[in-house]
Each structure stands twice: as C-alpha cells, then as structure tokens.
C-alpha cells in the first residue's frame, strides 16, 4: 500500500503549522518535518536554534554577519542540499519508512518544488498550498526574515491540490477543506 502523504507548502506564516497540527488531530496522522534534521545539525554549532534571534556567523570571506536563526536552519540546508539535493529528503524518507502502512504523514516544511516531485514519485501525495497575504505573515512573525532565499520562494512553483487562503478561511474551514479533499 502507498502510504498517504499531506505536504504543506507555502510562505513564511503562512498557517502551515497550525494547518498540520489541525490535521494530526486525525487518529491516522503522523506529523513528520524535514527541517528537524537541518535543526540537529546548525544544533552542533549554535545549540538550539530560534528563528528570530541573531547569530553571528563567519562568512567563506572571513567577514562576520548577524543573521536570524530562519537563516541560519536555510544556510544549514542549502550547505548539505548543495552536496545532494535529496539530503533532506532522504532523511525524511527514513522517517515516512517508520510509520504504519496505514498512516497519513503530515509535513508541513515542504520547501522546494523538486522535494514535492520527489513525494510525489514515491507517495500517495497530496500538495496543500498554504497562504497569507505578507501583511498577515509579517504580523503573525513579527518580521519575515530570509524572504529571498529559494526556501522562501519556491513553493510558488508548486502545483498544488488544494489551495487554503488563510487570510479569508478560519482554522476550523481550512481544516474542513483539507479533509474534505483528501479524504481524511
């Protein structure tokens, strides 16, 4: 059987979260994220990293720079993304492969389109496209750091299944929406 597969694409505070955490209350949900890993790993030099504090970094260049822990966990996948661009993936996958055959696993830090692709291939996947305008997203964060960076942009090229606007759907109608087109 194809395991069951709810990727949650979308901008920065966008409701992506509060979405997958919505859907886990299903008995058959299993929430799984990619960027658990990238976290172990910038854990090994900056200890547990917040996405809004500052760190500072050296450069290739030698030229210190204060970036957000949001850039840092982007710099930390980029780096291994560089050296495969199925690192990540790969990680999860180990992950997915934990799970019951009868499970829904709910990732909701899908970044970029070829990790969508690569569920895809492999998944019985459903692409949730998770939006708000960046008024909303920067009100909800307080500041939207690292907008330019491919983890921040790509999810626009995504073809997603299902489109939830969070500007315009409360919690309780995205999660109908959703369940209604997956199945749940």
């Known amino acids: 059987m ?11 505070a966008s409701g992506k979260t509060t979405l997958a955490e919505g859907i886990c209350q299903h008995p058959k949900a299993v929430r799984l994220a990619i960027a ?3 976290r172990t790993v910038a854990a090994v030099s900056f200890g547990e990293v917040q996405k809004e504090r500052q760190y ?4 290739k260049y030698g030229i210190e720079r204060a970036i957000t822990g949001r850039e840092v966990l982007q710099e930390v996948g980029a780096a291994l993304r560089e ?3 199925y690192f990540w993936l790969r990680a999860a996958e180990a992950q997915i492969a934990k799970t019951s055959d009868d499970s829904i696993v709910v990732i909701d830090d899908v970044r970029l389109d070829r990790e969508i692709d690569f569920l ?5 996947t459903w692409v949730v496209l998770c939006w708000a ?11 939207l750091a690292g907008e330019s960076d491919v983890t ?12 939830v606007n969070t500007d315009e759907l409360s919690k309780q109608a995205a ?5 209604k087109e997956v199945f749940l």
């Open 56 to 59: 500072t970094v050296n450069t």
């Open 133 to 143: 305008s960046r008024e909303t997203r920067a009100e909800r964060s307080g500041t």
């Open 152 to 163: 921040e942009t790509d999810w626009q090229y995504c073809k997603p299944d299902i489109i």
């Open 36 to 38: 658990q890993p990238i």
């Open 2 to 12: 194809n395991k069951r597969v709810i990727a949650i694409v979308g901008p920065a």
């Open 83 to 85: 050296f495969d661009p």
């Open 175 to 179: 999660l109908e929406l959703v369940a």
């Open 120 to 124: 895809r291939k492999r998944y019985d």
